[in-house]
């Protein structure tokens, strides 16, 4: 089993429409959980970061949390073309490999016009 | 304020050549992570310095080494480069080690093994 793992692509949407990226990871020690975007040929940047189960909102985005799942999401609203990208999810290890990073291999998105 | 950066931002190399590819953290960070991308897949950690010292490792070989100076700057260096090395390398800075830090990622380094 992956450490983390992104439900598998290429994901297409309407604009306007609602995006939704999932993730699931495997340490049950895990505590944050960050989601970046990946424009083709350029590196990732940070879109959100969580830490509490739950939902957390910034403008059109909202990361969803649930630890006892072990799954954590991403959803787009009014989804634009400029969205178009690759989207990561990235988890911070617990115990020993405490401050390792670890990504999923990424969800392409499409937003058609 | 400045963000991360890397140096060179291309490279080609022939097997079984060394390089060495820097990276300057974002301004007040003080901690480096290497990663490397292949192309399709997601960054796979390849260490995390700290205070001038490894903290964490990666599954890579001992090929892959690196080093951290005094002003937070950073090195990677691989030696008997090998074509599945060909990868975007990309560099993170962060504050602290609490494991709770967003890492800040620069351009990357892209690296071509021939």
């Known amino acids: 089993q992956k450490e983390v793992e992104q439900n598998s692509g290429p994901l297409s949407v309407p604009e306007g429409a609602i995006a939704s990226l999932n993730c699931t990871y495997s340490?049950?020690?895990?505590?944050?959980f960050f989601w970046y975007r990946q424009y083709s040929g350029k590196s990732p940047e940070l879109i959100m970061s969580i830490y509490s189960n739950g939902d957390k909102e910034d403008g059109r985005f909202t990361a969803q949390l649930n630890k006892a799942s072990q799954y954590v999401s991403l959803l787009i609203r009014d989804s634009q073309p400029s969205d178009s990208a690759t989207y990561l999810c990235a988890v911070y290890a617990g115990g020993t490999s405490y401050g390792k990073l670890t990504f999923g291999q990424g969800t392409i998105l499409t937003v058609h016009p | 304020d400045a963000g991360v950066t890397q140096s060179p931002t291309h490279l080609i190399k022939t097997r079984g050549q060394q390089v060495t590819l820097r990276c300057s953290p974002k301004s007040g960070h003080d901690t480096v992570s290497w990663y490397q991308q292949a192309l399709g897949q997601g960054p796979q950690f390849i260490f995390q310095y700290y205070e001038e010292e490894e903290r964490q490792r990666g599954n890579f070989p001992d090929r892959f080494s690196g080093h951290q100076f005094p002003n937070y700057s950073s090195e990677l260096n691989v030696n008997a480069l090998l074509l599945g090395d060909s990868a975007l390398y990309l560099c993170a800075s962060s504050l602290g080690l609490a494991g709770r830090e967003t890492q800040y990622f620069g351009p990357g380094t892209r690296l071509l093994v021939l």
């Open positions: 340490d049950r020690g895990s505590q944050s």
